[in-house]
């Protein structure tokens, strides 16, 4: 599946905010066939008001929602990249994920220490982006010699990888995150960026932690923060680990009242799932029967096949086509022999680009 890496300094909200995650999606675990919690790694179905509405018109006995996996790196102090605290252990955890959500701490409380001695997020987020850009600079050197002698020995791998590998080193040389070069590259030069698993080619989105009274409106710190992520391409979210923590504990029937009474219209949790989601570039599909709606996740972009061997890979295998209905057509025609009759239930093959919301029924041979 995709994985989120939930890093940051020590003492910003880290565990707090992925316990709220977990234990949110442990209460929910139940409905979940292939749901597995371990210690750092939680599996958390992400929100999406459609499925009751597909699920209400295909008279769907079960709602299965997909999952995005958030994983808590913890370990990160200044100097990680010369191997202090755990850092190499931290820096091979990030290797691992799809994206990083950088937690910062963003609210002031004299009773919980500061491994900095003073609150500034921005300063925070640099210190640890420095961290993992020494990391970055110091295996891209090693690796770079050796690319660079076999592409003078017109080595055709070597002659391709190289320039890519020269533009990060000058950005990483040049005290910048390998990510803002993504913007002006064509697809071949991304997927070769990719290859290299740099730190800094992940995106990032930056969490805002602050203090429950700034839930709703965000503060001086959390606004730093914004103009500092727009900077970079980068996205912000404002959360109250403290109030997440709260609702994780809370049944279901008080969330609503409890929400209302900070100020607030929907759990911060929820926003910081469907954020990872898209910084992800993902897309969801469905399937709907009367057994079940369930939702599926694919990246932007896939075709339908793909899509289906999301499911299965006999069905990926064996693709025929895939009869597809949008999501506004099947809820405004009121299902599917409906949107069969008035003609917007297609029939697409192999080279269909899946789009967000697609209700799919796949014929495979097996
Ligand atoms: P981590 O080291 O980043 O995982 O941080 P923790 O989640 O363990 O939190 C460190 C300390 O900060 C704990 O004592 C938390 O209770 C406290 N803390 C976390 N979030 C907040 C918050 O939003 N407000 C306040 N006042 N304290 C918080």
């Not at 950088?102 to 220490?113: G, I, P, S």
């Not at 002659?159 to 890519?164: C, D, F, K, T, Y």
């Not at 009869?323 to 506004?328: E, R």
Request: proline share 4%; glycine share 8%; net charge negative.
């Amino acid at each position: 599946g995709f994985r989120c890496g939930i890093v940051g300094l020590p003492n910003v909200g880290k565990s707090t905010l992925f316990n709220a995650l977990t234990k949110t999606a442990a209460a929910a675990a139940a409905n979940y066939p292939f749901c597995t919690i371990e210690p750092n790694t939680g599996d958390v179905p992400v929100p999406d008001p459609r499925l009751k509405d597909i699920a209400g018109i295909a008279k769907s006995a079960n709602i299965l929602p997909t999952r995005i996996t958030f994983v808590d790196i913890a370990g990160l102090v200044r100097g990680a990249s010369k191997g202090e605290g755990l850092g190499n252990q931290f820096l091979a955890n990030i290797r691992e994920v799809d994206a990083i959500v950088h937690v910062l701490r963003c609210f002031e409380d004299d009773d919980v220490v500061h491994v900095e001695g003073r609150v500034d997020p921005v300063a925070d987020a640099e210190t640890v982006e420095t961290e993992l850009m020494l990391s970055d600079l110091e295996s891209l050197e090693r690796r770079i010699v050796a690319t660079r002698k076999k592409a003078t020995g017109k080595d055709k791998e070597a002659i391709q990888a190289l320039p890519v590998m020269e533009a990060a080193l000058a950005k990483l040389q040049n005290g910048e995150p390998v990510r803002v070069l993504l913007a002006g590259m064509d697809a071949e030069e991304r997927s070769e960026l990719k290859t290299l698993n740099l730190l800094t080619s992940k995106p990032v989105l930056y969490v805002c932690n602050v203090a429950e009274d700034d839930a709703a409106s965000g503060n001086a710190h959390s606004q730093a923060v914004a103009a500092m992520a727009q900077k970079q391409g980068a996205k912000s979210v404002v959360i109250s680990a403290a109030i997440e923590a709260e609702i994780a504990q809370l049944p279901a029937e008080e969330v609503g009242d409890y929400l209302e009474a900070m100020g607030l219209t929907e759990p911060g949790l929820d926003r910081l799932i469907q954020a990872g989601y898209s910084l992800l570039d993902l897309i969801t599909y469905f399937t709907a029967g009367p057994k079940e709606t369930r939702a599926w996740t694919v990246r932007r972009g896939a075709k339908a096949p793909q899509a289906a061997g999301v499911i299965h890979t006999d069905f990926e295998k064996g693709f025929i086509r895939a009869q597809t209905i949008a999501f506004d057509d099947f809820v405004s025609l009121g299902g599917e022999v409906a949107a069969k009759e008035a003609g917007k239930a297609r029939d697409e093959g192999k080279e269909y680009v899946v789009q967000d919301g697609d209700i799919l029924m796949f014929k495979f041979n097996n």
